[in-house]
């Protein structure tokens, strides 16, 4: 019985072997984002990884994942610096026109913060797509953010799917914390064990990869 369980044909051993896999992407992706201006290229070589994971090709996960890591670092930096540059500023342009409240014009203090808002709202849509879509082709950064904003909108069924996705792994880490009892640094931790790998994992198992079929 143990023996069939551990054989390496047997699916208890090929999920702990994929689990296992996730984890150590995971901490890659963690440690290799720690300086901030490196999670773009952290996060497109966490998913050229899971690409190849998800195709159950062979491979040594971590050189794989330093490999594209490197190959992506500058187009990945700079689609990363620039989202976060838009984001940063239409973030603090929502805050400031929060403080000034009735400061300004209601009408136009309006029609600031809407226009503000669909920016944010696309900038944080283009950032959904751009990162799997730098791991799996080669287009120069503009094409990239420009083909990442307009799938975005086109294929919006297939963008709502993966808003689902990204947010099943932290709301499973909160469902298992409240129904074990365990606290919010428990369910933290679950999360950043193994979540944002198994996000992408499901996100290229799931949406992407039906988007891929549609699109290819």
Known sequence: MLTQLFSEDSRFYRFMSKLWDLIVLNILWLVTSIPVIT???STTALY???YLAAENKEGYLVRRFFTEFKKNFKQATAIWLILLLAGGVMTADLYIMGVLGTAVNQALGGVVVGVVTV???AVLLTFLYAFPMQARYENKVAQTLYKSF???ILHFGYTFQMIGVIL???GTSLI???VTGMGWSWCCL???LAGVSAT???MVKGPWKRLHKKIE
């Open 39 to 41: 999670v773009g290229a």
């Open 48 to 50: 050229a990884s899971v």
């Open 119 to 121: 920016v944010l709202a």
């Open 150 to 152: 307009i799938f975005s």
């Open 168 to 170: 099943l792994p932290f």
């Open 176 to 178: 298992v914390g409240l």
């Open 190 to 192: 679950f999360y950043l």
């Open 200 to 202: 992408a994992y499901w």
